[in-house]
């Protein structure tokens, strides 16, 4: 039997998982900390500690520091401090973030440029119908005026 769930105190949770074979792992994190990848990570932690050759006899062991001094433990400790290191889809989220934030700017950007085109044609329209207009003035002047 496999049995994980989530023991939720004040200011903090702490994801357990109880493997079949009497294995347990949990992780104190903050409330903010993601519990998916809590679970993942002691998932992990429990595979790679039952695959470890130096942590045989665990299950006879009644010491509770017995393997504490683990390598891996220490590593992934500060490993966990921050989730989006070790963690895919957090790293992805953060990068679609980061790039839904430049396609913002972007198309600010674009819809400022297409304001600034659509005030340079109406502005070349007006120089248009003005030089329209200079040309049939001018060409009213000049015609009661004949140049022999």
Same mark, same amino acid.
């Given at each position: 039997?496999?049995?994980? @769930?989530?023991?939720? =105190?004040?200011?903090?949770?702490?994801?357990?998982? %109880?493997?079949?074979? $009497? !294995?347990? $792992?949990? !992780?104190?994190?903050?409330?903010?900390?993601? #519990?998916? %990848? #809590?679970?993942?990570?002691? &998932?992990? !932690?429990?595979?790679?500690?039952?695959? *470890?050759?130096?942590?045989? @006899?665990?299950?006879?062991?009644?010491?509770? *520091?017995?393997?504490? @001094?683990?390598?891996? !433990?220490?590593?992934?400790?500060?490993?966990?401090?921050?989730?989006?290191?070790?963690?895919?889809?957090?790293?992805?989220?953060?990068? =679609?973030? &980061?790039?839904?934030?430049?396609?913002?700017?972007?198309?600010?950007?674009?819809?400022?440029?297409?304001?600034?085109? *659509?005030?340079?044609?109406?502005?070349?329209?007006?120089?248009? &119908?003005?030089?329209?207009?200079?040309?049939?003035? &001018?060409?009213?002047?000049?015609?009661?005026? %004949?140049?022999?």
């Amino acid at each position: 039997m496999h049995c994980r @769930g989530p023991l939720t =105190l004040k200011r903090a949770h702490a994801p357990t998982t %109880v493997r079949a074979d $009497g !294995l347990a $792992g949990t !992780l104190t994190a903050d409330k903010e900390y993601p #519990a998916r %990848v #809590a679970f993942a990570k002691i &998932a992990e !932690l429990l595979d790679q500690f039952s695959a *470890d050759p130096q942590m045989r @006899g665990w299950e006879t062991e009644s010491r509770p *520091d017995a393997f504490a @001094g683990w390598p891996l !433990l220490a590593e992934s400790i500060v490993e966990c401090q921050d989730p989006a290191k070790f963690d895919k889809i957090i790293k992805i989220q953060k990068d =679609l973030d &980061a790039t839904q934030q430049v396609l913002h700017q972007t198309i600010d950007n674009i819809l400022e440029r297409g304001e600034k085109l *659509d005030d340079l044609v109406s502005r070349s329209d007006e120089l248009s &119908a003005t030089s329209k207009q200079f040309y049939k003035q &001018a060409r009213k002047t000049n015609s009661c005026c %004949v140049i022999s």
